[in-house]
């Protein structure tokens, strides 16, 4: 079990260029998540998989955000035509596919720094 | 809709100082309630969580109560070490959802 990974852990990006972050969840892992925190802020959902179903996406995910997790497995989150805004910490989380003590506990990965100039 | 607040920071203490956190919910039904830490340079890990009321949830010396009269679940610990310094958030799982809602995280700083 190496935990969850984000790939990259920084990304500096022009305003308007489009990125893309992937996340790989704890091997058999069948839930997951991605959140956003901005500096001085908590993390802040933005959308759920379960298995490669996305269930669950916020109103923060505008039209220029697209997640997928095609084979239910690892997961990417592509921000379109960027702006200065998307300046934030990308976390992923993910969970089992089972309670512990009534709720599925998500383990983070190390997030993705996104920096738009 | 839900909500986490937070006693703002940041918090300096000294070592062997006790330690609390406040943390608030507002949420409907019967929310799960954890608290989380981020270490430098490092992601965010569970530190304790509780999943009904009247239930204290406890790891590393630190314990928090499920208080459904107050919708509280401040953290405490009776005597904090340099390297308790990281930022805290509060957050809660409203009953049947997936989602975590944060607070928005307490820097502590603790002094040798």
């Known amino acids: 079990d190496t935990g969850v990974s984000q790939d990259p852990r920084h990304k500096i990006t022009k305003r308007g260029q489009n990125v893309t972050f992937r996340c790989d969840p704890i091997s058999e892992h069948n839930r997951l998540y991605w959140y956003r925190q901005t500096l001085g802020q908590g993390p802040e959902f933005l959308t759920y998989f379960q298995n490669e179903a996305q269930l669950e996406k916020s109103r923060l995910l505008s039209d220029r955000f697209s997640a997928e997790r095609p084979k239910g497995s690892f997961s990417t989150l592509e921000i379109q035509r960027t702006e200065q805004g998307d300046s934030a910490m990308y976390l992923c989380?993910?969970?089992?596919?089972?309670?512990?003590?009534?709720?599925?506990?998500?383990?983070f990965g190390p997030g993705t720094r996104l920096t738009v100039t | 809709g839900d909500s986490v607040t937070q006693m703002e920071g940041p918090v300096t203490l000294s070592e062997e100082a006790f330690l609390t956190i406040n943390c608030t919910y507002t949420a409907t039904g019967y929310p799960s309630l954890f608290w989380y830490v981020q270490y430098p340079g490092e992601g965010l890990q569970l530190l304790l969580k509780a999943t009904k009321a009247d239930d204290k949830g406890s790891n590393k010396g630190f314990e928090a109560t499920y208080r459904k009269e107050t919708t509280s679940f401040h953290l405490e610990k009776g005597s904090v070490q340099v390297s308790d310094s990281a930022v805290y958030f509060c957050a809660l799982s409203a009953q049947g959802a997936q989602k975590l809602v944060f607070g928005q995280g307490t820097r502590l700083t603790i002094n040798p």
């Open positions: 989380a993910s969970s089992p596919g089972f309670r512990s003590g009534n709720i599925y506990e998500q383990y």
